[in-house]
């Protein structure tokens, strides 16, 4: 699977293009905002993705040490513990994205959710100890990917957002553009 594509045509794809960031002191300070916001948009839904994706694995490992500890094979969760446990995840002081990145189109989402669909937490009771492992592994490998791209996002936010600060410490914007912006 792969989330980004070379000269695709989606919102992730255009964003890791290296002429998204190319030239930034040439293009007009409004669309260096809107790539700016893209690239944010972007960002915020790979967040969104990893804690899906860290969910489902911390439920599947709880149920892998619960049979490696002599607990039931294929039994129930101890749902105090994975509520503690994703609480204190998902708790105060994280942030979940708003309902247009979690309803956007685009950037390798389909692919991502039928793996999450595919996780299967459904029936993970009824998976061998071997199905369970590699649901688990493959899940870990498509948060690494997903942690690699949005890294590489986090390189073109921090490029677009040093263009923005150079121009207002130049003096080639000021803050009432951006609210000009706004209206």
């Not at 794809?13 to 300070?29: M, S, W």
């Not at 039994?75 to 609480?87: E, P, R, Y």
């Amino acid at each position: 699977m792969s989330l980004a594509k070379p000269q695709g045509k989606r919102a992730l794809d255009r964003i890791l293009d290296e002429r998204y960031v190319a030239d930034l002191t040439e293009i007009p300070l409004s669309d260096l905002r809107e790539r700016r916001v893209r690239a944010d948009h972007e960002e915020a839904w790979l967040s969104y993705i990893r804690r899906m994706l860290h969910g489902r694995m911390d439920i599947l490992e709880a149920n892998r040490a619960m049979r490696r500890e002599g607990g039931e094979s294929g039994g129930g969760l101890d749902i105090d513990a994975l509520v503690a446990s994703l609480t204190t995840k998902m708790g105060p002081g994280t942030q979940a994205p708003g309902p247009d990145v979690v309803d956007s189109p685009g950037g390798g989402r389909r692919a991502v959710e039928r793996l999450i669909a595919r996780a299967g937490l459904e029936e993970y009771t009824t998976m061998s100890d071997e199905e369970l492992d590699a649901r688990i592994e493959e899940l870990q490998e498509t948060e690494r990917e997903v942690s690699a791209v949005r890294q590489r996002v986090h390189e073109v936010q921090g490029m677009l957002t040093a263009e923005l600060a150079r121009r207002y410490r130049e003096g080639e914007a000021t803050a009432e553009d951006a609210l000009k912006g706004t209206r």
